[in-house]
């Protein structure tokens, strides 16, 4: 395990549990917004915490915390995960997983194990335009392969999107529309906001927050539009 990161509370990570979340090193993609770049780039990794170090903080934390999220970076491209995460669910805690979709050969027996409870999944982009947001190529089979597993396994899920400069209005509908048709029935917009150490300001202007809740809100069971400003139009919802 390369591990990259701890984060030892958080109350807004796994919905509804008191959790520490895990970042994991390296990832496939290589995002124009992404936050988390040392975790991402190679050149931009810090030592990683051993993963006995982990573990004896989890233990310590039973009781106090019930949740665990796994992020990164991309966890599935690490080897031995399922190993870590068969030792964090013996501890009793339930497992958020968080994933780009790129590796459902490895999600899929994770989940028939057991070893997750509740999956958070960014869709990217529209299908056709997965490359130039991703900033790679990408089987988009195994995207549409990874969201059948996560639709089908019973667990609690939701798809989000980060709405950045790069997308438009008509990508965000088109993508509702993907998802729908793919039987997805948890989808989240966050609008992107600016970080420390950004070169460039991604944020989508002002999107017509109001018509993409209307969209959101006849498509899906679970919705919401995270990261607004205004009070007002901090949406969330069921259906």
């Given at each position: 395990m390369t591990i990259g990161g701890l984060q030892k509370f958080s109350l807004i990570d796994y919905p509804g549990k008191i959790s520490a979340i895990v970042f994991m090193q390296g990832c496939n993609f290589r995002c124009a917004y992404c936050y988390n770049r040392e975790l991402v780039c190679p050149h931009l990794f810090k030592e990683p915490i051993?993963?006995?170090?982990i573990l004896s903080f989890l233990d310590s934390r039973k009781g106090l915390l019930n949740g665990v999220v796994v992020t990164g970076g991309e966890p599935l491209l690490q080897d031995d995960l399922g190993e870590f995460l068969g030792q964090v669910k013996a501890m009793g805690y339930q497992i958020k997983l968080d994933t780009n979709g790129s590796r459902?050969?490895?999600?899929?027996?994770?989940i028939s194990k057991g070893l997750v409870d509740y999956m958070a999944m960014d869709y990217k982009a529209p299908l056709s335009r997965y490359p130039g947001v991703t900033g790679v190529e990408i089987d988009k089979e195994r995207i549409r392969r990874s969201i059948e597993v996560i639709t089908g396994s019973g667990l609690s899920y939701e798809m989000r999107t980060t709405v950045f400069s790069g997308l438009?209005?008509?990508d965000l509908l088109d993508m509702m529309m993907e998802l729908q048709s793919m039987n997805v029935e948890s989808y989240f917009l966050q609008l992107?906001?600016?970080f420390l150490g950004c070169k460039?300001?991604?944020?989508?202007g002002y999107p017509d927050i109001e018509y993409l809740y209307e969209n959101l809100l006849c498509r899906f069971?679970?919705?919401g539009i995270r990261?607004?400003?205004?009070?007002a139009y901090k949406y969330a919802g069921h259906r």
């Open positions: 051993p993963e006995n170090e459902p050969d490895r999600l899929e027996p994770l438009e209005m008509s992107f906001k600016p460039e300001d991604l944020s989508p069971l679970r919705y990261n607004t400003n205004k009070e």
